[in-house]
């Protein structure tokens, strides 16, 4: 191969690096942004954080008092982690389960249910925060930014 033949591949292999980091920042935020806007959602409809665990009462949601905090604090602080870029395999895993016990306690009608309450959303958003969790934050993240700096401070280079 010559070198113009090797810098064209170089140069390739860097844009779909790009595009790829690009595409994770996007469904990052996208998701972060979900998560952020759903942790409200609840908040506001239980009025605090202890009505957040009446409602979950009300869905027959196990040991209500703390798994509806839980529930919020998470997405709230997922949400943001999942924005900066920080913890993204973690918390896309935490996201995942939390969608996964969503779908088995709250969006129990059959998928695409009239009623509105089908766990189509919460199938995707959890399909979603496993991808981040396997691909992580990109290079426009804080986690890829951490982790460069804990190799320079080792003194490797790959």
């Known amino acids: 191969m ?10 390739s292999a ?3 690096e790009t595009a790829r980091d690009l595409v994770l920042l996007v469904s990052r935020v996208g998701l972060g942004v979900m998560m952020l806007a759903h942790a409200k959602l609840e908040y506001d409809f239980g009025g605090s954080l202890a009505g957040v ?26 949400g943001i982690a999942l924005i900066v870029g920080l913890a993204v395999p973690v918390v896309g895993v935490l996201m995942a389960l ?4 969503a779908w ?3 969006h129990t009608s059959g998928l ?4 509105h309450n089908g ?3 919460v199938i ?19 986690d890829h930014l951490i982790y460069r700096r804990a190799r320079r401070k080792a003194g490797t280079t790959g």
């Open 124 to 142: 995707a958003l959890g399909l979603l925060s496993l991808v981040l969790a396997v691909h992580g934050s990109g290079r426009f993240g804080l």
């Open 112 to 115: 695409f249910a009239m009623d």
């Open 53 to 78: 665990g009446r409602l979950f009462a009300q869905a027959g949601v196990p040991l209500p008092a703390i798994t509806g905090p839980a529930n919020v604090l998470g997405e709230l602080v997922g």
């Open 104 to 106: 088995v306690f709250v």
């Open 14 to 16: 860097t844009v779909v």
């Open 2 to 11: 010559t070198t113009a033949d090797t810098t064209g591949v170089h140069r």
């Open 98 to 101: 939390n969608m996964a016990g």
């Open 119 to 121: 766990p189509e959303l």
